[in-house]
Every structure is written in structure tokens, then in C-alpha cells.
């Protein structure tokens, strides 16, 4: 019966029988389908009930006041059945989505098919409130012809997957060492491939649980009184020509070919 429906129209069809549940009424009527209208306030015809000035909560009061049922306190029918005349809104919500041309049933057609049953309950109530069938099908005809609403940036849902992956203790350890070796030489790049050294930056360093440590001095040219001193590795300390080729940094820091390599000189 209900494939028809629109998610908005089933959820307010919900809400009706929720009303009727809450009043511990036998059956569900039209007045407690105006009442689900109005509380899925999102659909159109919701929003129309709600601009002439109904709500939920004056409206539920009217149908308790109106109706002729009697609070007997007993819990009521599962599943509430749909009394005679909310069948017949059902049946009538399918002809006036036909003659608008439109193939699902909303809201909207639901708060039509309410002003096509000018002896119902719900009528009754909408006139309590001042409100006549010839002016809500007027309201409901003006919301349709405005244009839909395009979402914005801030009301359309995120598409964004958020990843994290979770690092080894090894892992760990050796981004550590491959961090202080990097900060030690003053060179761009750590590890034993490359790492760029502005993907850590002072936050990385920080979350590695270490501080950056001075570029040691660039050793002092001799003078010219003193014998020539042989070069020396910065990080492991190894003499030329021990430690075999030596390589300038960029800040002056010298590094062995073995510490190139990430082999200890022996």
C-alpha cells in the first residue's frame, strides 16, 4: 500500500499512529494524520501546516479535546488500525499526486487529500485554528511551485574519510633515530632513503618525544702557524682517512661515507 509513499510521508504516517498511541486511542484518524503532518515539519506539507500557524502541541490538544473517543486508559491495539475515514485520505493521497503528474505520494499530497474530506476530523480541527481546505491547498500549491533548495557546503553531508594508521614500536624507533641523525648533521633529509625533514618540523619532532639538537660547528680552519688537522666525521667522530670519504652538509657538517650508508665505520 504504502510503496508509493516518499520517506517523508511514510515517517509522517508513523508519527500519526505515534499520536494515536500517545492518546490511547483505538484507531488512527485523520486528525492524527494532520497531527503527523505537522511533525514531520520538513515536508511540504508539514511546512504549509505549519505556516498558517498550526503546531504540534495545540494541535494535539484540539484532537483530544474533539474526539469522541474516551481515554479508558487500556494500552491500545497493535497495530492501531486506520479508521474509516484516514483509509479514505489514504486512497485519495494517490489521486491528487495523479493530477499533479507526480508519481510518488509526499506530504504534500496527504495534507491535499485532508481538504478533499471537508466532513473529517482533521477539517475540524484545521477550522478551530481559522484554517479553511480552500486556503491550505493554496499554501500547498505555492511551496510546490518554488524551486528546490540547492544544499549548501555547510548543510550537505562530509564525503570525507578520515585514515589513521598506527606505526610499530620498530617503526618508531627507527623514524626516531633516522629524526636526531637528520637534526644532528643539519642535512634535509633523514632515514636511510629520504624524509623530508618538513614533514616533521618542530610538531613531528615533538611527537617523537625528542627536542631538536644543535648542528654541531663546522671544525675551525687551522691557522697558518699550526699543523694541517684531518678532517673528522661529525656524527660518528671517525678521523680522515679512516672514515674514508667525507661529504659537506648544507650547513657545514661533515659525514662519512660509511654514515652515509648507515654503517658504523669499524
Not at 611527537?207 to 660547528?217: D, E, F, H, R, V
Request: net charge positive.
Amino acid at each position: 500500500m504504502f510503496e508509493r509513499f516518499t520517506e517523508r510521508s511514510r515517517r509522517a504516517i508513523l508519527f500519526a499512529q505515534d499520536e494515536a498511541r500517545l492518546l490511547e486511542h483505538s484507531s488512527i484518524g485523520t486528525a492524527h494524520v494532520l497531527a503527523g503532518l505537522i511533525h514531520e515539519a520538513d515536508g511540504i506539507g508539514g511546512r504549509a501546516l505549519i505556516s498558517l500557524g498550526l503546531s504540534l502541541v495545540e494541535t494535539r490538544a484540539e484532537v483530544v479535546t474533539s474526539s469522541d473517543e474516551l481515554l479508558a486508559g487500556a494500552p491500545s491495539p497493535e497495530p492501531i488500525p486506520f479508521a474509516a475515514d484516514a483509509k479514505g485520505l489514504l486512497e485519495l493521497a494517490p489521486r491528487e499526486a495523479l493530477r499533479l503528474g507526480h508519481r510518488n505520494i509526499g506530504t504534500e499530497h496527504l495534507a491535499l487529500a485532508i481538504t478533499s474530506q471537508p466532513h473529517s476530523a482533521a477539517v475540524q480541527v484545521l477550522t478551530h485554528f481559522g484554517v479553511d481546505c480552500a486556503r491550505l491547498r493554496a499554501r500547498i500549491l505555492e511551496l510546490l511551485a518554488l524551486p528546490t533548495p540547492t544544499p549548501t557546503p555547510s548543510t550537505m553531508p562530509s564525503r570525507r574519510v578520515t585514515t589513521s594508521v598506527q606505526m610499530s614500536p620498530e617503526t618508531q624507533a627507527l623514524l626516531a633515530r633516522s629524526a636526531r641523525k637528520a637534526l644532528r648533521l643539519g642535512v634535509a633529509y633523514a632515514s636511510k632513503r629520504s624524509l623530508p625533514m618538513r614533514l616533521l618540523g618542530t610538531a613531528g619532532t615533538a611527537a617523537l618525544g625528542m627536542s631538536p639538537t644543535p648542528t654541531p660547528p663546522a671544525p675551525s680552519p687551522p691557522s697558518a702557524a699550526s699543523s694541517l688537522t684531518p678532517a673528522v666525521c661529525s656524527f660518528c667522530g671517525t678521523p680522515s682517512p679512516g672514515c674514508g670519504t667525507l661529504f659537506s652538509g648544507a650547513t657545514g657538517a661533515l659525514i662519512c661515507a660509511q654514515c652515509v650508508k648507515g654503517v658504523a665505520p669499524s
